[in-house]
Structure formats: C-alpha cells, structure tokens
C-alpha cells in the first residue's frame, strides 16, 4: 500500500494553504468498531458513533480489510438492492469484480474507483473474481456511501469506472506528502469522479514528520479516517492512528500531521480525508434504501420485492433464484 504512487512527489503540483486561512478545529476523534460485511470479509466501520450532523452528505463508510487471504478464503457481497445514495469503492490493495442490473460493472484493482450512482434503485453485486479466490491474497480498499438529495434520488442510475492512472496527485510544499485527489477538487485541482452532491475525496500519504494543511471549503464539512499508520490532526496535534476518524470544525484549512517513527508495517501515515457540503433535508435509512421519508422507504422495499429495481442478470454461475 498504496497502489499510485511516484518516485519524487516534488514533480507533483504543490498545493499550499493561504497564510490567512482559519484552521479548522478537532472537534472528536472516534475509534471504528470491527465487524464483518456481505459473506464476512472485515470492515472497520469509520463512522460509527458520529453525529449525522457532522457526517452530512455523507452516510457511512467502511475500511475493508486489510486481510492478506489465504487461498479459498477472498469473500464478497451476494445480490442486493440500492436506492436513493451513491456508493463508492476505492480499491488500494487487491480485486473485486462488480456488476448491477443495469448493464454497469467491472474489475477495479491497485488505486481504481468504482462509482455508482443508485438513484432510482438498482441490483449490484461485488465479488473478488475467481483466479483471487483460487489463489488468495491481499485486500484493501474503502466504500463510502453519499447521499442523494431528494431531487436526484429517483435519477437513473450511472456508473463511473475511475481508474487509478486518472485521479489527479498533488503535493505539499515540501514534498512530504502524496495526494490523490478522487473526487471534488483541492486548490483548484479537480478529480475525476463527477458528484451530484459537492465533495472532495482524497488519500493521503504522509512521510514521517512530514505535515500538511491544506485549503477546504469553508462550506464543506471535513473528516479524516487513518487507514495506517499514526499521526495527528489539527493545529493542537491531536493524535490519533488505525482505525480512527477525526471531524473538524469550522475553518478554511485542515492540519495532519504523521508521527516521526511509524509501525514496520505502515512506513507512511496513510489518511483519507473528506468533505461535502450538507444537503440538509430529511434522511430516512433502512439496510440499502436511503430516502427522505419512511414512505419512500417503504415504496423502496415494495419495488424491490415486486422485482422494480431490475433482475439479477447470469453471472457467476447465479440466477435469480439464488438471491
């Protein structure tokens, strides 16, 4: 880890907060639980335990793995529904094979995005594909779930296949970190994933002792999750590693900063940050449904048991009675 990278930073566009920027305050740190997803591959759940006020456009996100497979052990997720959010998988280790009832899918792999918009509601299924369940190996990646305003959930559903040679990389002023920007854009800088609600959803390598403060939207919100290593946020370093998430307060600028030593097994402090701008409307979740109201809620589920958000198309060997 990580899957895109380069040999010298310094070559990189520089990204440099204005010296009058407002540095945003910590306002928590919060450990992710651990659990098992789909047919029991690991997440860490990043934001469990965090006010949707602070987590607006955003819904949920897990850490999977990191698990090194042995072989027969790689597991996915079987069928199931989505309607209402967007989800988002960034792979930095390992292979997943994707596919929806609406014709979208495919193999993302080392630094690939895959982006899909449910909207109006669609089947999807993520499985790592046969040859890595054969043979195992390492899996790594993050799925973030975006909300949807209410004007957008019933859109069709798209796909974007973002790949990991498209996101824009970026560097700090002294070269001490990488960053990939995914979706949304950083001091002017735009990444590839086109969103119906503004974000920006970037990771971050940042070399031992190395600090970075970058510019943020003062009308976004702004998170870090630690996906390894240790370090701290904010201007008062508040510290924090693996499997925790920072939320920040108000403010022009984010401060990160990684620890001088680091595990052997995590040289780097490896952080993905994110921010959105609130949609601020009534949210009514329930399993993959994401609404407004629990009466949508409700027209989710009927649709989708009266087979309104499409068939399971043959693929792995499955038909539509194997959901």
């Known amino acids: 880890m990580p899957a895109v990278t380069v040999e010298n930073p310094l070559t990189l566009p520089r990204v440099v907060a204005s010296t009058d920027a407002v540095s945003r305050p910590v306002l928590a740190v919060t450990t992710a639980p651990s659990g098992f997803e789909g047919e029991g591959f690991p997440v860490r759940r990043a934001f469990a335990g965090i006010n949707y006020r602070h987590l607006d456009p955003f819904i949920m996100m897990d850490q999977m793995g990191e698990v090194d497979y042995a072989p027969g052990e790689p597991k996915g997720t079987p069928w199931h529904p989505h309607r209402g959010f967007e989800t988002v998988t960034y792979i930095i280790d390992g292979i997943f094979?994707?596919?929806?009832?609406?014709?979208?899918?495919?193999?993302?792999?080392?630094?690939?995005?895959?982006?899909?918009?449910?909207?109006?509601?669609?089947?999807?299924?993520?499985?790592?594909?046969?040859?890595?369940?054969?043979?195992?190996?390492?899996?790594?990646?993050?799925?973030?779930?975006?909300?949807?305003?209410?004007?957008?959930?019933?859109?069709?559903?798209?796909?974007?296949?973002?790949?990991?040679?498209?996101v824009q990389l970026l560097t700090t002023a002294d070269g001490g970190a990488l960053l990939r920007v995914i979706a949304g854009e950083l001091d002017g800088h735009q990444g590839p994933g086109i969103t119906h609600t503004p974000i920006t959803l970037l990771h971050a390598t940042v070399a031992p002792g190395a600090e970075i403060t970058l510019p943020w939207r003062e009308d976004f919100n702004a998170l870090a999750y630690v996906l390894a290593g240790r370090g701290s946020v904010g201007v008062d370093r508040r510290p924090i590693h693996l499997g925790q998430t920072a939320v920040f307060g108000a403010g022009s600028s984010l401060t990160v900063r990684a620890d001088e030593k680091q595990d052997s097994n995590a040289p780097d402090l490896e952080i993905v940050l994110l921010g959105g701008q609130p949609i601020r409307e009534p949210m009514a979740h329930y399993?993959?449904?994401?609404?407004?109201?629990?009466?949508?809620?409700?027209?989710?589920?009927?649709?989708?048991?009266?087979?309104?958000?499409?068939?399971?198309?043959?693929?792995h060997g499955m038909t539509e009675g194997g959901i």
């Not at 399993?287 to 043959?314: H, S, Y």
Request: charged letters at 20%; proline letters at 6%; zero cysteines.
């Open 97 to 166: 094979d994707h596919q929806d009832s609406h014709g979208g899918g495919g193999t993302i792999t080392n630094g690939d995005t895959q982006w899909m918009t449910a909207g109006s509601g669609l089947l999807h299924i993520e499985a790592p594909p046969e040859a890595l369940v054969m043979s195992g190996g390492l899996f790594h990646g993050i799925q973030l779930w975006v909300n949807l305003p209410a004007r957008d959930k019933m859109m069709a559903p798209r796909y974007q296949d973002i790949r990991g040679g498209q």
């Open 287 to 315: 399993g993959p449904f994401v609404m407004n109201t629990r009466e949508e809620l409700q027209q989710a589920f009927e649709d989708f048991q009266k087979g309104r958000l499409g068939t399971i198309p043959a693929v």
